[in-house]
């Protein structure tokens, strides 16, 4: 595939996919680009996501104080806020987009999803990236961009664009969920759902394991392994979670106070849903609602 060919398509991709939305949200892009030849730049930082992929060439990318191998192959996200620079004597051929998740527009499962890349500091890049899902997608992006001369898969392109964004994250997540072992998945997946519903819909209430496995007929321990082996997360890790996630959703569409949010996603007191979600997102609820209001 000859990316050259390909660069043109981010011009009319700033006119296509400016703005991209789907289900779960919406999202702002500053600039899709790419460079032929990026050499050296100065240490800076964005207020927004930028995402680049190395086509061709060999540098190095700093992040603070960390140094990181560029090479063909290699995906890496710049967050908001963190200090960077690509270093390159000889010039690396690289695409790369700028953009910004809508929060208050987006759900609440999108916000969570990003606030934690934007948090993570452990995985900002992947090498050998070339076969990735959110690579192939990017690269189908542009071939079919190039191909729309008539402009008539303007949506199609704008919902591949949408796509591709969804996908950023993941190449990105710290834990991996466990590999699943041989198991009766129909039956297990089906009483985990069950179990998952019933936390849904009783977030404000003290929820236990006890509780949870007696609604759904199993021993607390079978339901606990169900959770490790199904989703690689313990029980009290998926219900804190889903509780940080609602509160999320109720801060960015409520003016509901703090306090209110605290009871109906069973937090025990302010206090201490204000310690676990400070904990969780690195910011207060209200620092954060006053964040997500511009």
């Given at each position: 595939m000859d990316y050259r060919c390909f660069l043109k398509s981010n011009h009319l991709l700033r006119k296509i996919a400016k703005e991209v939305k789907g289900e779960l949200g919406v999202f702002e892009v500053l600039y899709w680009s790419g460079d032929e030849l990026h050499f050296t730049n100065k240490p800076h930082k964005h207020t927004f996501y930028e995402v680049f992929y190395v086509v061709e060439g060999e540098g190095f990318y700093m992040e603070g104080n960390v140094q990181h191998r560029l090479t063909s192959g290699t995906f890496v996200c710049c967050r908001p806020g963190v200090m960077h620079q690509i270093i390159s004597d000889d010039g690396l051929f690289m695409l790369y987009i700028g953009f910004e998740l809508k929060a208050p527009?987006?759900?609440?499962?999108?916000?969570?999803?990003y606030l934690e890349l934007e948090n993570s500091a452990d995985k900002t890049v992947c090498h050998d990236s070339h076969e990735t899902l959110t690579v192939l997608m990017w690269k189908a992006l542009?071939?079919?961009?190039?191909?729309?001369?008539?402009?008539?898969?303007?949506?199609?392109?704008?919902?591949?664009?949408?796509?591709?964004?969804?996908?950023?994250?993941?190449?990105?997540?710290?834990?991996?969920?466990l590999p699943a072992k041989k198991r009766t998945r129909r039956l297990g997946g089906k009483t985990l759902s069950q179990a998952m519903s019933y936390i849904q819909d009783n977030l404000s209430s003290n929820l236990s394991l006890i509780q949870v496995a007696n609604y759904v007929h199993l021993s607390p321990r079978h339901l606990s392994r169900l959770f490790f082996e199904e989703r690689g997360q313990?029980?009290?890790?998926?219900?804190?979670?889903?509780?940080?996630?609602?509160?999320?959703?109720?801060?960015?569409?409520?003016?509901?106070?703090?306090?209110?949010?605290?009871?109906i996603t069973g937090f025990k007191t302010i206090h201490y849903f204000t310690r676990i979600f400070s904990k969780e997102m690195k910011m207060t609820p209200t620092f954060f609602r006053k964040k997500q209001a511009g």
């Open positions: 527009l987006s759900s609440a499962e999108l916000n969570v999803k542009l071939h079919q961009t190039a191909l729309n001369t008539k402009n008539d898969k303007d949506e199609f392109i704008r919902s591949m664009a949408y796509q591709f964004l969804l996908s950023i994250p993941d190449n990105f997540k710290q834990h991996k969920s313990s029980f009290s890790d998926y219900i804190r979670k889903v509780r940080i996630e609602r509160a999320i959703q109720l801060l960015v569409t409520t003016n509901l106070p703090i306090k209110s949010i605290a009871e």
